[in-house]
């Protein structure tokens, strides 16, 4: 009589998993298109690479707010009412709605044909969206008790994973131009390296990282998790694409393409099991 059970549940359910997917592919995109105006070799990327880092980003909103119990409480993120600075929420927030305000500054002088305008508006809209992956690592460590999350490593990891992601889906916008595939393989290669060298580190201090670390460890190397996240993640998502990079075969536009599906569905299942499974261990204990 009285007794009750606490059903510990997943906060950050799945849905999140699929922004941070979108978003890390969204501000690749247009660090691609800001970068043609430095680089020769991304000019094809400027405009078709930013019109989809713009779609992607309404999705990526529209997920946020499908998540909300009350959707439209999105409008506080913009009431100065509202906003609590000393809350991570509310620089994410602004983080997100300036990024897209710059897009929008973008796209305004690109369209109207002043390059200088557009070429500033390119820089600063591209350091804004390289705070939403940094912003997005930072959001999970400060988690002081999840194993994983709590690493300086997590927004260096999502920079890379949005520079991963960004470049397999460029491939496809490249329409095989040569000099830009040359250039995205190269992105491939090295944030692929990056993300690997973290992912391993990761592993190991977590298994060995005390009774909580090594219980997590246990969840996110075994069954349907460790499928998820060695299999599909580490193995088919990003040492299967490396290797195909550096045979002979990765060097033509095809191999670069082929190498670019299966960074995306490693991408994919690297952020679904870093953001679920450290969060598998509190709903058994």
Known sequence: MLDYNVFHTIAWP??????????????????????????????????SGFYLSFVLLVVGGLLLISDLSQPMRFLNMINPAYL??????????????????????????????????????????ALLGLGLPIYTGFDLTVHQHRPVWNTPLMPVLFVALSLLSGAAVASFLAKGNEKLMVMLRRFMLWAGGATAAMLISLLGTTAYGGSAAEITFMFMTSGTMGMIFI??????????????????????????????????????ALRYAILIGPQIVHTYY
């Open 14 to 47: 799945g849905a999140y998993a699929w922004y941070f997917f979108v978003i890390g592919i969204s501000v690749a995109l247009f660090f691609f298109s800001a970068l043609s105006w430095f680089r020769e070799e991304f000019q094809p990327l400027r405009k």
């Open 84 to 125: 609590k600075f000393d809350s991570p929420l509310a620089w994410g927030s602004l983080n997100l709605i300036t990024f897209g305000i710059a897009s929008v500054v973008y796209l305004f002088f690109m369209n109207k044909g002043d390059d200088g305008l557009a070429k500033k508006a390119a820089v600063i809209g």
């Open 231 to 268: 299999g599909l993640g580490m193995l088919v998502g990003l040492a299967a694409p490396i290797a195909l990079l550096l045979a002979p075969v990765g060097r033509q536009p095809m191999g670069v393409m082929a190498a670019g599906v299966l960074l995306l569905v490693g991408g994919m």
